[in-house]
């Protein structure tokens, strides 16, 4: 068995913005009581199943842990410093996923010890190149935070990280050749960004949240619109590298750019081949985000 990634889930539902298409909400959150880490002590987090998970994915060919959330995960610091501590003992890419608000809150000293401890990139999730769009969308009760994307990544430059931008492309938003055109050169020029990510809003067969799923699909790409963001990378981009999960990067004027999606399950890949693991408070590890009989322990 081959794997892409090791996912691991920090913290509970709890989420600081209000995105409209929050996949967590359409697949379900665990509850606070659920989370066998929610104690005073490093101890809680099941870090026996951890070292297991890491142990399993290290020898699928996994060198990348990307560190997540059903919500925020940057609501729990202190669990991020000791996540990083453990995983990147056996992976040399650690990533954080985050929307990046509350990294300007966190002490300098603090996010710092994580690139020490070996977090690498720092992936913000964004909707728009026009941060007052993120801002209305995203985080409308943020009145005030102007600017506060390029903010953050400068200051995680700063601390020694590199930068990626994880942009949902939704309809009227990044959507079509023009508006990624535009998203590539404000990453390049504005974020400094080293990678932009680019993965169409989605959602799950059977979701648990109708009005998000609603949302969703007024906002959704049709393929055709799709085919046209991908036919205008693959003629104007040079394409660098295929993923196992099909994903493909490209360099599109010296912006590093990765077209994707964020389902997990991909039949093409095989069934000797998974896209990622993803390992959960409560000490399981599975390879679906929707589906709880996708679990291995």
């Not at 929610?38 to 699928?60: D, I, V």
């Not at 842990?65 to 056996?90: A, F, N, R």
């Not at 990533?95 to 990294?103: F, I």
């Not at 200051?155 to 590539?184: A, E, K």
Request: aromatic letters at 10%; one cysteine or more; a negative charge.
């Amino acid at each position: 068995m081959k794997v892409n990634t090791l996912s691991v889930v920090i913290g509970d539902g709890s989420c600081n913005f209000s995105c409209p298409y929050c996949v967590s909400k359409m697949t379900g959150i665990e509850e606070p009581e659920e989370l066998g880490y929610l104690e005073p002590t490093p101890g809680g987090f099941y870090w026996r199943n951890l070292h297991k998970s890491c142990e399993l994915a290290a020898r699928s060919g996994v060198h990348t842990c990307l560190l997540t959330g059903k919500g925020e995960p940057t609501l729990w610091p202190k669990w991020i410093g000791h996540v990083v501590k453990k995983v990147s003992q056996y992976f040399p890419v650690v990533e954080l996923q985050t929307n990046g608000q509350k990294l300007m809150r966190i002490e300098e000293r603090d996010v710092h010890t994580w690139y020490l401890d070996g977090l690498t990139t720092i992936a913000i999730s964004m909707v728009h190149y026009d941060e007052n769009v993120n801002q209305r969308l995203l985080y409308p009760h943020g009145a005030g935070h102007a600017n506060w994307n390029s903010k953050i990544a400068d200051r995680m430059h700063q601390l020694g990280f590199s930068v990626r931008l994880s942009v949902i492309m939704c309809r009227g938003y990044i959507w079509n050749p023009d508006t990624v055109q535009v998203m590539c050169g404000a990453a390049r020029d504005i974020f400094h960004a080293e990678q932009l990510t680019l993965v169409p809003v989605t959602r799950p067969d059977s979701p648990r949240d109708e009005d998000v799923a609603a949302w969703v699909e007024e906002h959704r790409l049709f393929s055709e619109q799709l085919e046209e963001v991908k036919t205008f990378l693959d003629e104007n981009a040079v394409a660098l590298q295929i993923l196992p999960h099909g994903a493909v990067v490209y360099d599109y004027e010296d912006q590093n750019v990765c077209l994707s999606n964020c389902l997990t399950l991909d039949a093409e890949a095989g069934e000797e081949n998974l896209r990622q693991l993803i390992y959960f408070p409560d000490g399981s590890l599975r390879y679906d985000w929707r589906y709880p009989g996708a679990r291995i322990f």
